[in-house]
């Protein structure tokens, strides 16, 4: 851009995509740093979100059935007990895989 403006124009960036169409790119503003930091919070929110994931399609726990907390924390509790069995079922089976 010629002249003024402010400084979050200047940062944007086109990419051309079809033929007289733009797409514009955000501003990185946290480069590499900021990208390799959150690294290790990545990882671990991608294994709960995962197990919760198994937990509700696999074993259908997504409404509470019971009335108390009691019930309810024990069929949490024993779900999230088979859940953790269900994710490593092939490397307690070692080798045998099913076809």
């Given at each position: ?87 490593v079922r092939y490397t ?8």
């Amino acid at each position: 851009m010629a002249g003024g403006g402010d400084g979050l124009q200047q940062n944007v960036q086109f990419l051309l995509g079809q033929i007289g169409m733009q797409r514009a790119r955000a501003p990185d503003f946290g480069g590499a740093w900021a990208r390799s930091n959150r690294a290790p919070a990545r990882r671990i929110r991608a294994r709960v979100e995962h197990s919760i994931g198994v937990i509700k399609r696999v074993f259908g726990l997504t409404k509470v059935r019971y009335r108390g907390l009691a019930k309810n924390g024990n069929r949490v509790f024993v779900t999230a007990a088979l859940a953790n069995i269900f994710l490593v079922r092939y490397t307690l089976l070692g080798a045998v895989r099913p076809l």
